[in-house]
């Protein structure tokens, strides 16, 4: 079945370094992946998504691009800023799988300034 | 719009009892999901819901059943509740075609079972 792997957090970086937290993915056919964050006391919201290979995700300066290839999705940001401090998911929707996510387990993330 | 609203946002029942969440979703959408988070890890798919009807079931015991109403809200029922079924819970809506099939997300029930 689907799964999805991401790096174990937490991860805690000062103001203005660069993120990458890792995903890694396993599924048949192509799926579509997102990465999703969850704020303190919230639920998720979507953060990006990439629905074929070599598609670019990008929003608020979070980057992520499907690797076919390498089964990954990995998240980057060149410069992180203290409201950035969420959980982030990283997530799949199979094909045919009428929107069903499979998530990773997330990743903490803290930024101090 | 008021996006994915859910209701209680938090619960407190004994175990044994039985409990039901309810999800309005985001105008426009017909299709609910239902995510079980428990501390520390990433939303279980429970089911989901499409023209009343349970369209897809991840691994969740029969204790877990739902229902969609002709307006596409849903509810979530939990029987004969365990210990272990203490967690967020998590209602998604999308809809059928091109944009609106983007899952949005609601704020959560959080469960604590006694």
């Known amino acids: 079945g689907n799964s999805v792997t991401q790096m174990e957090g937490p991860v805690t970086l000062s103001e203005e370094a660069f993120l990458t937290i890792n995903c890694t993915y396993t599924?048949?056919?192509?799926?579509?992946l997102f990465w999703y964050v969850q704020y303190p006391g919230e639920g998720l919201q979507l953060l990006l998504k990439a629905t074929k290979a070599d598609d670019k995700g990008s929003n608020k300066g979070f980057e992520a691009t499907y690797r076919k290839e390498t089964t990954s999705f990995h998240l980057e940001k060149g410069s992180v800023q203290v409201s950035d401090s969420a959980v982030y998911f990283c997530?799949?929707?199979?094909?045919?799988?009428?929107?069903?996510?499979?998530f990773g387990k997330g990743t903490l993330l803290t930024v101090n300034p | 719009d008021a996006g994915v609203t859910q209701s209680p946002t938090h619960l407190i029942k004994t175990r044994g009892q039985q409990v039901t969440l309810r999800c309005s979703p985001k105008s426009g959408h017909d299709t609910v999901s239902w995510y079980q988070q428990a501390l520390g890890q990433g939303p279980q798919f429970i089911f989901q819901?499409?023209?009343?009807?349970?369209?897809q079931r991840g691994n969740f015991p029969d204790r877990f059943s739902g229902h969609q109403f002709p307006n596409y809200s849903s509810e979530l029922n939990v029987n004969a509740l365990l210990l272990g079924d203490s967690a967020l819970y998590l209602c998604?809506?999308?809809?059928?075609?091109?944009?609106?099939?983007?899952?949005?997300f609601g704020q959560g029930t959080r469960l604590t079972v006694v």
């Open positions: 998604a809506s999308s809809g059928t075609w091109g944009e609106s099939t983007e899952a949005f």
């Open positions: 997530a799949l929707s199979g094909l045919g799988s009428n929107y069903k996510l499979t």
């Open positions: 599924a048949t056919g192509y799926p579509s």
């Open positions: 819901y499409y023209e009343e009807e349970e369209r």
